[in-house]
């Protein structure tokens, strides 16, 4: 259960935080992302509080995180770093494609591999706790066969669209530059969006271990996920600065993340979830 507080307090705090603070902590970040923090308290306490049988509210914390995520992402999409830049100009869908696929690779093979050399006790990934399978089971879900249908296409929605969007602008766009500014000395022009001043585009290593750790770390559901996550996050990072745009950091993410929606529907560990 501890993994399980440590994901979820990482997951409220490491890229809100970040973003909210590296915007300035104007009131439109703070308005904008406020329900997103409260969602997060929710589902926190609905699964600290509620039997695992309860799963009503949980999912109806779902279905409002899609509805703020969605906010964000058009929140997003009118900001300064895309009314500015040409976040298409090094667009490689290609290499995307693949290194989307081998990212799916890495998350689904990598627990096989510790298990060859001994460091995981199982050749498949096992849940960290017995509430997350039974979330995302349709078998288990005791909505009726339409409810469950609009529950997993939201959740598809979710896992395909918005949260590679989200977590590319905020942890591989916006958490790079403000790390990259504090530990490689790059200078801002001081703006309202200081941190969007600060160059994405040159590889500063310790910015990429720590965002990748910290990205990691909100991946926690089963052993080991984290080194997964912190591999992947790294791979994706390398991606957004050496192509020059987070364009292709999301893709890649996209790609990655439809690939692990196809296994898991057909391996059914609705854990990875």
């Known amino acids: 259960m501890f993994k399980v507080y440590i994901a979820w307090l990482m997951q409220l705090f490491y890229p809100t935080v970040i973003c909210i603070v590296s915007t300035g902590w104007n009131s439109a970040s703070c308005a904008i992302y406020l329900p997103s923090i409260l969602i997060t308290v929710a589902e926190f306490f609905c699964f600290l509080l509620f039997p695992v049988s309860v799963t009503n509210g949980k999912h109806l914390c779902f279905i409002m995180r899609v509805f703020a995520s969605t906010v964000i992402c058009v929140w997003w999409l009118q900001r300064r770093l895309f009314q500015t830049t040409n976040i298409f100009q090094y667009i490689h869908i290609w290499s995307s494609l693949f290194l989307g696929f081998f990212g799916f690779l890495l998350w689904v093979?990598?627990?096989?591999?510790?298990?060859?050399?001994?460091?995981?006790?199982?050749?498949?990934?096992?849940?960290?706790?017995?509430?997350?399978?039974?979330?995302?089971?349709?078998?288990?879900?005791?909505?009726?066969?339409?409810?469950?249908?609009?529950?997993?296409?939201?959740?598809?929605?979710?896992?395909?669209?918005?949260?590679?969007?989200?977590?590319?602008?905020?942890?591989?766009?916006?958490?790079?530059?403000?790390?990259?500014?504090?530990?490689?000395?790059?200078?801002?022009?001081?703006?309202?969006?200081?941190?969007?001043?600060?160059?994405?585009?040159?590889?500063?290593?310790?910015?990429?271990?720590?965002?990748?750790?910290?990205?990691?770390?909100?991946?926690?559901?089963?052993?080991?996920?984290?080194l997964a996550g912190f591999l992947y996050g790294v791979m994706i990072q390398v991606v957004a600065v050496k192509d020059r745009s987070i364009v292709n950091a999301v893709l890649v993410h996209i790609v990655t993340n439809f690939c692990l929606n196809v296994y898991i529907f057909i391996s059914r560990n609705f854990y990875l979830w």
């Open 109 to 226: 093979v990598l627990p096989f591999l510790l298990y060859l050399i001994g460091l995981q006790r199982h050749p498949r990934p096992q849940p960290t706790n017995d509430r997350v399978p039974f979330l995302w089971n349709p078998s288990l879900m005791s909505y009726n066969m339409s409810l469950k249908m609009i529950l997993l296409g939201m959740k598809m929605f979710h896992s395909v669209v918005l949260v590679p969007f989200i977590e590319e602008v905020q942890i591989r766009n916006l958490g790079f530059r403000f790390m990259t500014l504090w530990l490689c000395g790059q200078s801002s022009t001081g703006g309202s969006d200081w941190v969007l001043d600060v160059s994405l585009y040159k590889f500063c290593w310790p910015s990429i271990i720590i965002i990748s750790l910290g990205f990691g770390c909100c991946h926690l559901r089963y052993e080991f996920e984290w």
